[in-house]
């Protein structure tokens, strides 16, 4: 089911925005956004589902953007939780899935480490202060799901390293 799922959201989003700077407004974080914006309706928790869901697609889009090699070991062995031998079915060996694998790590780590906040909360890139211009832009939008139960304020937990951050990340809906 996890496998569907995962399946469905990357075929969703495959090809969109390779520019995550610009999807995200990286450069302009002055766009606002208030409770009275349509996909708000005035309930802040729709806002807080909206950060979640952005953090969700900013960090698929960062792993769509690693090369298909070691994004396939990456999504192996963190987001579905194969062991190496295991993964190594996709590739020549278990070598080549580690390989690919720590390869995977570099490429996120280059790219998130600098940046994000949930990898550092001192980093520039904040998901509250790119909300209304990653909306603007298409980059996100309400998922579809009626339940509210992310009902509190997306915010860094520290310090985490990419492995922990894409764990974190609750199943697709």
Request: charged share 25%; proline share 6%; net charge neutral.
């Amino acid at each position: 089911m996890r496998l569907a799922a995962l399946v469905r959201f990357f075929m969703k989003h495959r090809g969109r925005h390779s520019d995550i700077d610009e999807a995200l407004g990286r450069y302009d974080p002055t766009a606002v956004l208030d409770l009275d914006h349509p996909l708000l309706r005035g309930d802040v928790r729709r806002l807080y589902v909206l950060q979640r869901e952005l953090q969700r697609t900013c960090l698929t889009s960062t792993l769509l953007n690693v090369p298909a090699g070691p994004r396939a070991a990456f999504v192996l062995t963190e987001i579905l939780g194969l062991p190496f031998e295991q993964a190594a079915q996709t590739f020549t060996s278990v070598e080549a899935a580690r390989t690919n694998y720590q390869r995977s790590l570099r490429e996120l780590e280059a790219y998130l480490a600098p940046m994000c906040e949930h990898i550092n909360p001192r980093n520039g890139c904040h998901c509250s202060r790119r909300l209304a211009g990653a909306l603007e832009r298409g980059f996100v939008g309400w998922t579809e799901r009626s339940d509210l139960t992310d009902d509190s304020p997306l915010e860094s937990q520290g310090h985490r390293n990419v492995c922990d951050l894409f764990a974190s990340l609750p199943a697709p809906p």
